[in-house]
């Protein structure tokens, strides 16, 4: 079993939609956690962190329950450009590597 | 401000032969990060490095690859002989600490395939 698990898609959505993503991790000993966005044939870029109280960047919502272990992405009135893959990444702890889900591709079409 | 700059973008090989990647991370990142990509899956660390000194090369297989950073700034990754599987993309990363609130920042990647 990976360490982080997500459904790879592709989640295909039309423009306006909102669509969620779930991540589940098996280290409970994860401390930080964040999703990625990587642009095809790009490299990652941190999207936002994700905390347990839930926190908001325009039309993302991330949320995290460490008692379940999962994480959430939720993204409201999507757009075309939002059409990227969404990683789950966990760090363990200060120092410590970050741990990547093999992403979710999504695809909003108009 | 500049990003972390990698070359080459692209790279062919075919399989045994040598091949070295180089990274620049963004000026004043202390760590640098050597993460592989394959096709379809996240990004896999395979070496960290604080200044010149590797403190997480567990991922690394030693056999065949290889990394130095000297002088803790710019830093290569080697791989000889490759082998087929070596496939992927190999990504560099940087950033300014370790902390949670330290952002790791990547750079464009090598893309290399080895026939």
């Known amino acids: 079993r990976k360490e982080v698990e997500q459904d790879p898609g592709p989640f295909n959505v039309p423009e306006g939609a909102t669509v969620a993503f779930n991540c589940t991790y098996s280290n409970s000993a994860s401390q930080s956690f964040f999703w990625y966005r990587q642009d095809c044939r790009k490299e990652p870029k941190l999207l936002m962190s994700v905390y347990s109280s839930g926190n908001e960047d325009g039309r993302f919502t991330a949320q995290l329950n460490r008692a379940s272990q999962y994480i959430s992405l939720l993204i409201r009135d999507s757009k075309l450009s939002d059409s990227a893959t969404y990683l789950c990444v966990v760090k363990r702890e200060y120092g410590n590597k970050l741990v990547f889900g093999a992403g979710t591709i999504l695809r909003v079409k108009s | 401000e500049a990003g972390v700059v990698q070359s080459p973008r692209y790279k062919i090989i075919e399989k045994k032969q040598p091949v070295a990647f180089w990274c620049n991370p963004i000026?004043?990142?202390?760590?640098l990060y050597w993460y592989r990509q394959n096709l379809g899956q996240g990004p896999e660390l395979l070496i960290r490095?604080?200044?010149?000194?590797?403190?997480?090369d567990s991922q690394l297989p030693k056999d065949r690859f290889s990394a130095e950073r000297l002088k803790g700034v710019d830093s290569t990754l080697k791989i000889q002989p490759a082998e087929l599987g070596d496939s992927a993309v190999y990504l560099c990363?940087?950033?300014?600490?370790?902390?949670?609130?330290?952002?790791?920042?990547f750079g464009p990647g090598t893309r290399l395939t080895v026939l």
């Open positions: 490095y604080e200044n010149e000194e590797a403190v997480d």
């Open positions: 990363a940087s950033s300014s600490g370790l902390a949670a609130y330290n952002e790791q920042f």
């Open positions: 000026s004043g990142h202390n760590t």
